[in-house]
């Protein structure tokens, strides 16, 4: 009877919970487009905000407002780059 518990521990197919609807690829193909187009959005901030940069003719407000853009939109480029990361190393090895 241990023996039994301890595979079920292993092995998920065996504990007789009922599986998901959703499995692992549909979520994993899911999280991937949704970080992809945060990362899109991403890229078109930072773009949007280098020509701000180049067009402010030194106004330091205008300045200012493209440079924390340009750093707020390279964190969130990071997080999605990460998050997709883990997304996939996870699935990789529940499954």
Request: net charge positive.
């Amino acid at each position: 009877m241990v023996i039994h518990e301890l595979a079920a521990l292993f092995d998920p197919s065996q504990s007789g919970l009922p599986k998901s609807a959703l499995d692992s690829g549909t979520l994993q193909k899911a999280l991937t487009v949704v970080f992809s187009i945060t990362g899109s959005i991403a890229l078109l901030i930072i773009t949007i905000a280098g020509f701000q940069y180049i067009l402010s003719q030194g106004s330091p407000q205008t300045v200012a407002k493209a440079k924390n853009a340009i750093i707020y939109a390279g964190i969130g480029l990071a997080i999605s780059i990460l998050g997709v990361s883990i997304v996939n190393f996870v699935v990789t090895r529940v499954t």
